[in-house]
């Protein structure tokens, strides 16, 4: 991914750019956001600063995410609490994937149980409904 937005305040008007990789770990509902690097305009920002304002605006927004390294770039790991509010089980990512600028997200519901009257529960046998937005 690459995203840029303008910045101005005061005598300053350039463009900050990120850029980087996102995708999901092994760990269900865990997707990674790898930092390659950071720019106003030409100028590298140090990744220090930018980690740093991460970190700020998770913590405000209850977002909780924990640093790794992959290669020696910066990766943020974030877990996804995605249960259903129907309580009918919950959504299990399966594909992060990028297109046309767009971030897209695909996954399935698991219930514990069928909520089909005609069909018998079975322990074990989770029900499976797949979307992708």
Excluded: C, M
Excluded at 21 to 28: H, P, V
Excluded at 87 to 101: F, H, I, K, P
């Amino acid at each position: 991914f690459h995203i840029a937005v303008r910045y101005s305040r005061g005598n300053v008007d350039t463009v900050l750019s990120i850029s980087g990789e996102a995708y999901l770990t092994a760990q269900t509902n865990e997707i990674a956001i790898r930092l390659d690097g950071a720019r106003a305009g030409l100028v590298p920002i140090p990744l220090g600063r930018v980690i740093q304002e991460i970190d700020d605006r998770a913590e405000k927004n209850d977002v909780s995410l924990r640093w790794t390294e992959v290669k020696g770039l910066p990766v943020a790991l974030v877990r996804l609490t995605l249960d259903r509010e129907d309580n009918q089980g919950r959504v299990v990512l399966d594909r992060l994937s990028t297109a046309n600028n767009q971030l897209l997200l695909a996954g399935r519901t698991e219930t514990s149980t069928a909520t089909n009257d005609s069909q018998p529960a079975t322990a074990g046998q989770p029900d499976k409904e797949t979307r992708q937005r």
